[in-house]
């Protein structure tokens, strides 16, 4: 079965150093999500991106925060002068349609030190 | 502001028990997700519904839109059912509110 495959499985980064989180979404789906959860808390919507444009982002996906799918496969998060408040694990979702279930990755551990 | 609440947060029941999950929410959505994640982190999705009820193997949920409520059940639980459990909403085309997940214990 078709997964979604993030890279890499753990990151670890200097506070203020830029990181680029991968994913390799399934190959026919239309809509991208990357989520974000906290050690200990609910996980949350950054930014949905469909038609090679973001369709939606959350409060917490500012100007810190970017999103590229640069060749037609790879969906990319990528956050710049990171805080550590930006550890935390990292979820990039896709799916085939609108109300359609959402595929997941493993998941980006992303430690800030 | 749709807000996602779970109960209970923390289930330990014996193998073979039927375990319900609830989960409400307070405006209306366009779909409402069941999720499970594993201790290592991962997240499948199990089901995603907007009426009715759905059934997957021993995973049943339900939805009651008039009372915005839905319930998880799982028959005969094993102890590989143990997970965290979230309920998560869509009430635009796009974004998911996810509910803060139930631990899911069963003992052998």
């Known amino acids: 079965e078709p997964e979604v495959t993030q890279t890499p499985s753990h990151q670890v980064t200097q506070m203020g150093q830029e990181v680029i989180l991968r994913c390799v979404p399934i190959s026919n789906h239309l809509y991208f999500y990357w989520y974000r959860q906290i050690l200990g808390q609910k996980v949350e919507f950054l930014v949905s991106?469909?038609?090679?444009?973001?369709?939606?982002k959350s409060e917490i996906f500012d100007d810190q925060f970017s999103v590229e799918r640069p060749d037609g496969s790879n969906f990319t998060l990528k956050i710049r002068s990171t805080k550590l408040e930006d550890s935390a694990m990292y979820f990039c979702?896709?799916?085939?349609?609108?109300?359609?279930?959402?595929?997941f990755g493993d998941g980006t551990r992303l430690s800030i030190l | 502001k749709n807000e996602v609440e779970q109960s209970p947060q923390n289930l330990t029941a014996q193998e073979g028990e039927f375990i319900t999950i609830n989960c409400s929410y307070s405006v209306g959505i366009s779909a409402l997700h069941w999720l499970q994640q594993h201790p290592g982190g991962g997240i499948v999705s199990l089901f995603m519904l907007s009426s009715g009820k759905k059934k997957h193997g021993r995973l049943i949920a339900t939805i009651n839109i008039q009372e915005k409520h839905s319930s998880l059940h799982i028959t005969a639980s094993h102890p590989r059912d143990s997970a965290v459990y979230i309920c998560?909403?869509?009430?635009?085309?796009?974004?998911?509110?996810w509910g803060a997940g139930t631990k899911l214990i069963i003992k052998p």
């Open positions: 998560a909403v869509g009430y635009s085309n796009y974004q998911l509110i």
């Open positions: 991106f469909y038609n090679n444009e973001i369709s939606e």
């Open positions: 979702a896709s799916e085939a349609g609108s109300n359609q279930p959402q595929h």
